[in-house]
Structures are given as structure tokens and as C-alpha cells.
């Protein structure tokens, strides 16, 4: 008996086909070719018993790596109902990519991420850059070119009107509804570069930052006020990342470390400069627990 193999994809390898052509250029997604078993002869017994183990290995989702997640954290699944908003993630978007877009594209590819911080009671905000800002979603002047090295020099001036154009009144807002240290700000790429800012424009004002395939130039002012901030950052990146190198990202993080700042690093093998579902579980987890809401 010749049985043809189930094939699926599995979302926690495979990016989600078919996502909005909207997207800027980082997040264009083609779903890799799918794991092909050759069509082989069996007995009945042994063809059903690995056609059921490739299904089970196929249905490994975001969702199941969050569930377990749920269960060592002892934070409660949704079901149904959101707990009460006790905290905020404030998540910004990358170079060209609208506040719009970058939603649509985290609720599409993350529904295992916005259910676990929904179920923690974290509310999800996603601000976009002024549109006086050099532009349009952008929150700085930095190169457009790839790589995007450490040594460029920093565009400090617009990095600071996005600050207090776009980010200053949120934080502000955010804090006296939820206090600073229930608020967490995550980006990707340019959205990591511009979360870091905080810490020299707003240390007071947030309880942890998250830069997803970012750094700090080597020239900016944060360097300044490591040594005395203490809010808790995380760092990810994959190493065969070719828009922000992996190589630029690690030195950055070792002298984060020098200058005496809590930050810890994710790095993944594989995966360029688009996060995925893997970080989303990771970023999720981090900022419940920076949060103390386990």
C-alpha cells in the first residue's frame, strides 16, 4: 500500500504563506519547500504509524511552545476572556513598516504571542513614528544601505524628536496608569535602535526594553548613562543576520556589559533579520517575568 505523506508546513520552522504584499522588504516572507518524504511501499502497519509521528512533528505550532510556557509559568490560557489590562508592551515598528502593518503582522504570525500576554493581563500598543521625521515610518535617519554597521554615526537628532514627539507623552500616560515599572518597550530593527534611546532619554520611565536584530552605534550618548540606569534589556539576533550583523550586535551587547547594564542575549543560528515565532515566545516570556506578573 503506497500512502502519499500529510504535508504541512510547521509554523514554529516555516514563515506563514500568503501575508499581505504590504509588508516592507525585511518582512517579505516565501514559505520554504515543504519537508518531502518519497512516496515509499510499506506494510499498512509501519505506514500508518510514521504517517501519525511526521503529523505529530508537523503540528508543533507557537501556540504549543506558549502553552507550555502557560504551564511552567502558572499563568492562566485564555479562555474566551482577557484578564484585566496590569501592564503594557509598548512594540515599535521597523524602517518603512506603518504601526498598522507591523500589528497586522505580529496578530498574524504570533496568535500564540498576543494570547499569552492577553491571558498575563498585557496590554499590546503599537505607535508610529512622526511623520515630520525624516521619513515616513521612520524613526531616525540611519542608513538605508545593508549592512547597517555599529560604526556609522548615530542620528541623534531624530532620535530625539521621535522621542519627544511620539514616545514621551505614551510613556508618560502609560505610567500613571500601570506605573513604570509595568511598562516594557519592544523593537525590531530601526524599532530596537529607538527602544535603546531610552535609556538615556527615559530611564525612570520604564520597566525593561527589548531590541530585537538592533544595537547601539558606537558614537551615542547612551553610552553616557549605562553605568547608571539598571533597567533590564534583552537583546535578540540571529547569527546569519545581513542587514544588522550578528558580529556588530555581540560586540555591542559585551559592551553593554562593560558599562555595567543588565542585558541578556538571544541569539539564533538561522533565521536573517525577520523575527519569528521563536523570539515571539522568548520576548513574551521575558517580559511577563520582567513584569512579575507569573
Same mark, same amino acid.
Given at each position: ?11 514554529? +520552522?516555516?514563515? $506563514?504563506?500568503?501575508?499581505?504584499? $504590504?509588508?516592507?522588504?525585511? @518582512? ?18 509501519? /505506514?500508518?504509524? *510514521?504517517?501519525? *509521528? ?6 508543533? =505550532? ?8 502557560? *504551564? ?16 503594557? *508592551? ?34 499590546? +500598543?503599537?505607535?508610529? /513614528? ?15 544601505? !545593508?549592512?547597517?554597521?555599529? #560604526? ?9 524628536? !521621535? ?14 496608569? @500601570? %506605573? ?6 519592544? %523593537?525590531?530593527?530601526? %524599532? ?27 558614537? #551615542? ?7 547608571? =540606569? ?5 537583546? =535578540? ?11 556588530? $550586535? ?13 542585558? =541578556? ?5 538561522? %533565521? ?23
Amino acid at each position: 500500500l503506497k500512502l502519499r505523506p500529510f504535508r504541512r508546513p510547521c509554523p514554529a +520552522i516555516w514563515p $506563514i504563506s500568503g501575508y499581505p504584499s $504590504i509588508m516592507p522588504d525585511t @518582512y517579505s516572507t516565501s514559505v520554504k519547500p515543504h519537508h518531502k518524504l518519497p512516496w515509499a511501499s510499506f506494510s499498512l502497519p509501519k /505506514a500508518l504509524v *510514521l504517517h501519525s *509521528l511526521f503529523c505529530c512533528a508537523s503540528s508543533l =505550532t507557537l501556540d504549543a511552545q506558549l502553552h507550555q510556557l502557560h *504551564l511552567d509559568s502558572q499563568v492562566p490560557r485564555s479562555s474566551g476572556t482577557k484578564t484585566p489590562p496590569q501592564a503594557a *508592551l509598548v512594540m515599535l515598528h521597523p524602517l518603512r513598516a506603518s504601526a498598522q502593518q507591523f500589528e497586522s503582522w505580529i496578530r498574524h504570525r504570533g496568535k500564540g504571542f498576543t494570547d499569552y500576554l492577553s491571558a498575563a493581563g498585557v496590554e499590546l +500598543i503599537f505607535p508610529e /513614528a512622526p511623520s515630520a521625521n525624516c521619513e515616513k515610518f521612520c524613526w531616525a535617519e540611519m542608513p538605508t544601505r !545593508s549592512p547597517v554597521r555599529s #560604526s556609522e554615526k548615530e542620528p541623534t537628532r531624530s532620535f530625539t524628536l !521621535s522621542y519627544h514627539e511620539v514616545l514621551k507623552p505614551l510613556l508618560k500616560r502609560l505610567g500613571r496608569k @500601570y %506605573g513604570p515599572e509595568k511598562v516594557v518597550v519592544a %523593537g525590531h530593527s530601526q %524599532g530596537g535602535a529607538m527602544a535603546l534611546q531610552l535609556l538615556r532619554f527615559a530611564p525612570g520611565q520604564v520597566g525593561g526594553i527589548v531590541s530585537m536584530h538592533s544595537l547601539l552605534f558606537q558614537d #551615542s550618548p547612551v553610552w553616557d548613562t549605562l553605568n547608571v =540606569t539598571s533597567v533590564p534589556v534583552l537583546m =535578540t539576533a540571529s547569527e546569519d543576520d545581513h542587514v544588522v550583523l550578528f558580529d556588530d $550586535i555581540s560586540q555591542c551587547y559585551d559592551r553593554m556589559l562593560f558599562h555595567g547594564a543588565s542585558v =541578556t542575549l538571544r541569539a539564533h543560528p538561522t %533565521g536573517g533579520h525577520p523575527w519569528d515565532e521563536n523570539e515571539l515566545s522568548q520576548v513574551a516570556y521575558w517580559v511577563v517575568k520582567q513584569m512579575a506578573l507569573l
